[in-house]
């Protein structure tokens, strides 16, 4: 596979937002998940009208992989590992899925700061 990262909620709205930060990261190929794209338009939406993000919230149906429902039980683990960090259930869905795939799990999001297998960019 290409380089290839598991894109969180975090770095698709500050890439939507453009965040120069992220910028190296655009030629690469983008994993997500539906849950993550549900997290990133409710949380667009607090700051956008729909007809501003539609287009982006369509494009990101094409970088969605489908879930493994054997990793419900490992992101449970995940989250109940680290429950002091207050996770989402979409990002620890989403860390399992990029550890399961062998990729980078791509965020800014601070309490995935020291954990393995993630590429930390704010």
């Known amino acids: ?60 149906q094409n970088f969605c992989i489908e879930l493994d429902f054997n990793l419900i039980p490992k992101a449970v683990e995940f ?3 680290y429950k002091s960090k207050d996770l989402s259930y979409a990002d620890c869905l989403g860390y399992i899925m990029a550890k399961e795939l062998k990729i980078k799990f791509l965020t800014g999001d601070n309490q995935f700061r020291e954990l393995p297998n993630v590429e930390f960019v704010k």
């Open 79 to 81: 989250r109940s590992k």
């Open 1 to 60: 596979m290409d380089e290839c990262y598991f894109f969180d909620s975090y770095a698709l709205i500050e890439l939507y937002k453009g965040n120069k930060n992220y910028g190296a990261y655009k030629g690469i190929k983008v994993v997500t998940s539906f849950f993550q794209v549900y997290e990133i338009y409710y949380n667009l939406r607090k700051e956008f009208e729909e007809s501003e993000i539609n287009d982006f919230f369509k494009l990101l």
